[in-house]
């Protein structure tokens, strides 16, 4: 693979994960027209104008939109932020005057920059503020936890956290409320779990998870923007999906799979659907990519990475789902 140009650095804040694999996926022709729709520190953006895109960036935290003001200057006029939820990038596009992309890149899940803000309450290793809003507007996790029952709880931490004893650590967090900073829903959830000091993993790390995908409703903002993606995405457009998390990285797969006629004759899982088959909007995905070892060795956050990625076909968008179709629980259960 060759190397990326060099007409704009990495930023040293933060080296996205699988970085030149996603250059790579996307095949960027120089004057082409990318989206980078979660665009954070701005790594991939970077990239991509690098390799000779005009991008159009998209974040729903203030935060990452005002920090990026920088390279919008430094880009001349071939970068676009705007500041919304990827959910909704057909719109977004639409709104300005753009119907058709050549590429959309999505990196799912909390920022590096966002962890490593103590006041923005994402991380059990900065006390701070418990907060976890990617938005900064909304229910934050310590209005969530401290209304929320038991039950409610426990499901969270199971479902997104893979918690196996979901159940004792929502009762520990029910009988420690009210709770305002990381630091002591870290403790609460230690002492529930007997975490010995010292021990390597952290099992907080599981459940913080759990809450922030919750709070953020980060599954169905995913379901969301895959179909928004296949709506913008022009015929040999390509997509690419970096995720961080199992049940993320199912979902991304599904839809990928049925998008591109994988799943034409059902599963055990779901019966063969009772009307006509539509046509394949991708083209069957490219093997998903993980981080080599050396990537592991300097970015410690990559180990849990997938790539996958796909091209966009000729065929009309699939319309909107119904009420009865599946969602993104049925790919949490499967």
């Not at 459940?207 to 980060?218: D, K, L």
């Not at 060795?297 to 599946?326: I, K, Q």
Request: proline share 6%; charged share 30%; aromatic share 4%.
């Amino acid at each position: 693979m060759t190397g990326l140009p060099s007409e704009l650095p990495r930023d040293p804040r933060h080296d996205p994960v699988l970085r030149e694999e996603v250059i790579a996926a996307l095949a960027i022709a120089p004057g082409e027209r990318h989206v980078d729709a979660t665009f954070g520190a701005g790594g991939y953006t970077r990239a991509m104008l690098a390799a000779g895109a005009d991008v159009v960036a998209c974040d729903r935290d203030p935060d990452a939109i005002a920090e990026g003001q920088a390279l919008v200057e430094e880009a001349g006029g071939r970068l676009t932020l705007v500041h919304g939820r990827f959910g909704e990038i057909d719109r977004l596009l639409a709104e300005r005057g753009i119907d058709t992309v050549d590429g959309i890149t999505f990196d799912i899940g909390v920022s590096s920059m966002q962890l490593d803000q103590g006041e923005r309450g994402f991380s059990f290793q900065k006390d701070g503020p418990l907060d976890m809003r990617m938005a900064q507007e909304g229910e934050s996790a310590a209005d969530w936890l401290n209304r929320a029952d038991e039950a409610e709880i426990a499901d969270v931490l199971y479902h997104y956290g893979d918690e196996r004893q979901s159940r004792r650590v929502a009762r520990a967090i029910v009988a420690a409320r009210p709770l305002s900073r990381t630091g002591e829903l870290a403790t609460v959830i230690r002492k529930a779990l007997r975490h010995p000091p010292g021990a390597p993993k952290d099992p907080s790390t599981k459940s913080f998870q759990a809450i922030r995908i919750h709070i953020n409703g980060e599954l169905d903002e995913l379901t969301a923007g895959l179909a928004a993606a296949e709506r913008v995405l022009r015929p040999g457009g390509r997509l690419a999906v970096v995720s961080f998390h199992s049940t993320e990285d199912r979902i991304v797969k599904n839809f990928l799979r049925e998008r591109s006629g994988g799943d034409a004759a059902g599963s055990r899982h779901r019966p063969a659907p009772t009307t006509a088959a539509r046509a394949a909007t991708f083209e069957t995905p490219a093997r998903k990519v993980r981080p080599g070892k050396a990537e592991e060795a300097r970015n410690p956050r990559a180990r849990s990475a997938t790539l996958r990625s796909a091209v966009r076909s000729a065929a009309p968008a699939w319309p909107a789902r119904s009420m009865g179709e599946s969602t993104d629980k049925e790919a949490i259960s499967c």
